[in-house]
């Protein structure tokens, strides 16, 4: 009975001693563990900051793009208005010209037929 109770404590001894090993080994995974999951979160933080900051510049130079399409768009409606004014003008002094030309030419006759 005293040699099966030493073997029995032996084995627990062993069992003990074995269960400590794989504690240790379990807590050192769970280190390791949280260990790259920090990393990991430290990585996914790096990399959200980095996107957020892309996309605030990318907003920036959406902005500025409208503005300056607005700017276009702007001065290309009002060199079209200036456009149409100058034609508009052109088109008035063609006709007072070929009015003039005209009155010209029948002064022109009247004179002769005096002369």
Do not use: P
């Not at 920090?38 to 500025?64: C, P």
Request: net charge negative; aromatic share 0%; glycine share 2%.
């Amino acid at each position: 009975l005293g040699e099966r109770l030493e073997e029995a404590g032996g084995a627990t001894a062993a069992q003990i001693e074995l269960n400590k090993k794989r504690e240790s080994e379990l807590s050192k995974l769970r280190r390791d563990l949280e260990e790259s999951n920090i990393q990991h979160e430290s990585t996914l933080s790096n990399i959200r900051k980095k996107h957020n900051d892309a996309v605030a510049e990318m907003s920036e130079q959406i902005d500025q793009l409208n503005k300056m399409k607005a700017k276009a768009e702007k001065d290309r409606s009002q060199f079209s208005s200036e456009n149409n004014d100058l034609r508009a003008a052109m088109d008035h002094m063609s006709s007072e010209k070929a009015a003039s030309e005209k009155m010209s030419k029948q002064l022109q006759q009247q004179l002769n037929e005096v002369q």
